[in-house]
């Protein structure tokens, strides 16, 4: 990709903390209008990427440029651009959901009349317009999500940055958060997020890279890398309470590979249930048997050998 | 355009709004209820047994709690709520996302702090004017000298808030600083009476100088070094006081 088309371009980006290194060199190109993901278990250093693509963390090393412009000394003009939806909270719990947004809103010297318009525009948006008055306090965790995401928004970014949306939210909250980021990307708007959730990395992004301790292991949409690491499907057997050590050699041959995790093995496999029959052809009988597709978990799984979430 | 340092400040104004009621009390009645209790209780017994200050204690002291005020609302403000910008409501990060820089971030809340210190000290005006406790035009610039002790106490402060790696250092600080400070410089007797390494150390405080400028000012009588040298003492306590504060929230906010 020509580097003048990208709304972000990180190049060899290093973060250290002392000599610990949070991001290890990592290159990446997003392109306006798209979906980006940063997916990767917790410590990958996903926040510390987002940090400095945020212009509030400074490089150690590396270049970054944002909007064309570069992140270690344009900060400011470019934060006025950005959105950003940090992993914790920080909403004013004090002030009421409204005030929250034209509060902000004012960071940027937004004028006032302008600021309490779109702020309501805004809740309409996130679904928060009945609570316009109330305070943030007493609001449900998706809620103050949603209002995050809508105070992110006040300035018009041309990129949001999300680090996290929906962790810790209930699978309705989640669905409302999702359903909310979909419509920003169809209007066009980019977004870049992180979570550790591989549904959520592929419900929303076109493209993402997979970090694992700091760098990156892989780039592609969701499709080309569950391809190009995974299976067409993949059975999960499960043998009650058994130790699964033994299972490797006993399965050997079934499916195009063999992976037993602590509580289940998957077999990876183009046919599901060819595969299941000839584990029960071999004489085994699991306690339970799944056949789903291959999914981004089992290309993490593929990649680094351990899970996404424990 | 306004300013960005002046848009940082136009949240804490807003914050301000829901909470000036319970502030009140501590910026102004508690001082204002010291002022009878000790100016005109114990003043009476003071003013029949000595003269050697020279006025009645009520308008001795007067001028001086005005800027024990000063030095009381600047460091109560500018450290358990520069910790929560930090740690709690986290509006230091908030308004880091933004254009602002860590300098708007800084010099806003900086100067809401000032403006609560010019706000209660003009309060403390008023009741000092009700009890005929001024005695020259220069009164009236004891609001200046409250934002200028509020200042050289504010900005270390700030600066010792963004390093702290807990709330409880602000009780300690209140105690071995402010209210030593409070009582030994100057505020209620002359420091003259104290030993000198305690002199010293009022001599080094900022109240003292500003207790010193607050009492001229209020009696229409000269200060103890002259005015500029008081003011050069408490430009100090402001410049380093900043100086650290900015370093301090860069490190923090600008990792
Ligand atoms: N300010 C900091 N100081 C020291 N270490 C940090 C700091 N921020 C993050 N880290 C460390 O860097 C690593 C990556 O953290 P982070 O970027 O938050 O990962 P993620 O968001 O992917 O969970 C972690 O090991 C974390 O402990
Ligand atoms: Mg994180």
Not at chain 1, 186 to 199: I, P, S
Not at chain 2, 88 to 116: E, I, K, N, Q
Not at chain 2, 126 to 155: D, I, K, M, Q, R
């Amino acid at each position: 990709m020509a580097e003048d088309e990208a709304l972000i371009a990180a190049t060899a980006l290093v973060k250290q903390f002392g000599d610990f290194t949070a991001v290890d060199g990592i290159d990446v190109r997003v392109r306006a209008g798209e979906a980006f993901g940063f997916l990767g278990p917790n410590g990958a250093g996903k926040s510390s990427t987002m940090r400095m693509i945020g212009c509030v963390s400074r490089p150690t090393g590396g270049a970054l440029r944002i909007l064309g412009l570069d992140a270690a000394k344009d900060g400011a003009a470019i934060r006025a651009r950005l959105g950003v939806c940090p992993q914790q909270d920080s909403l004013d719990l004090e002030l009421t959901v409204l005030e929250n947004l034209t509060v902000y809103a004012r960071y940027f010297n937004i004028p006032r009349k302008v600021a309490r318009a779109r702020a309501m525009e805004l809740l309409d948006f996130v679904q928060l317009a009945d609570r316009a008055g109330d305070k943030v306090e007493p609001l449900s965790g998706g809620m103050k999500r949603r209002l995050t995401i809508a105070r992110a928004l006040v300035n018009e970014p041309e990129i949001v940055l999300l680090d996290e949306p929906t962790t810790g939210l209930d699978p309705q909250a989640r669905h409302l958060v999702w359903e909310r980021l979909f419509r920003l990307k169809q209007r066009g708007v980019t977004l870049v997020l992180t979570t550790h959730y591989m549904d959520e990395a592929e419900q929303l992004c076109d493209r993402l890279v997979v970090m694992d301790a700091g760098r990156i292991v892989a780039e592609g949409s969701p499709r080309e890398l569950i391809d190009r690491h995974s299976t067409r499907e993949v059975l999960e057997v499960r043998f009650g309470n058994d130790p699964l050590d033994g299972f490797a050699d006993k399965l050997d041959g079934i499916g195009e590979r063999v992976e037993v995790l602590p509580d289940r093995i998957l077999v990876y496999t183009g046919d599901g249930d060819a595969a299941a029959a000839q584990v029960h052809g071999r004489g085994l009988t699991p306690s339970s048997v799944l056949v789903r597709r291959g999914s981004l978990e089992d290309v993490f799984l593929q990649l680094t050998g351990r899970t996404l979430v424990d | 355009m306004a300013h960005p340092t002046a848009l940082a400040l136009e949240f804490h104004l807003v914050a301000y709004k829901r909470t000036w009621r319970s502030s009140v009390f501590s910026s102004f009645a508690l001082p204002a209820m010291f002022l009878v209790a000790m100016g005109i209780t114990v003043g009476h017994y003071i003013d029949e047994r000595s003269t050697s200050i020279g006025v009645p204690y009520l308008d001795y002291l007067g001028p001086g709690l005005l800027a024990a005020t000063a030095l009381q609302v600047a460091v109560g403000d500018s450290t358990w709520p520069v910790y929560g910008g930090f740690h709690w409501t986290r509006v230091y990060h908030v308004m880091r996302a933004s254009p602002l820089t860590v300098g708007d971030v800084l010099r806003g809340h900086l100067a809401f702090v000032l403006l609560r210190v010019a706000l209660s000290s003009a309060g403390f005006l008023v009741v000092l004017l009700l009890f005929g406790a001024l005695h020259s035009w220069w009164a009236l610039t004891t609001p200046l000298v409250a934002v200028l002790v509020g200042a050289a106490c504010a900005a270390p402060c700030f600066a010792f808030a963004a390093r702290a790696t807990s709330d409880g250092a602000f009780a300690v600080l209140f105690r071995v600083a402010v209210v030593p400070m409070t009582l030994f410089a100057g505020v209620f007797f002359p420091v003259e009476s104290l030993p000198w390494v305690a002199r010293l150390l009022a001599y080094v405080s900022p109240l003292w100088h500003g207790v010193e400028l607050s009492r001229a000012a209020t009696l229409g009588t000269a200060t103890a070094w002259g005015v500029p040298a008081h003011v050069a003492v408490l430009a100090v306590w402001c410049a380093v006081g900043y100086v650290l504060a900015l370093r301090s929230f860069t490190r923090k906010l600008g990792d």
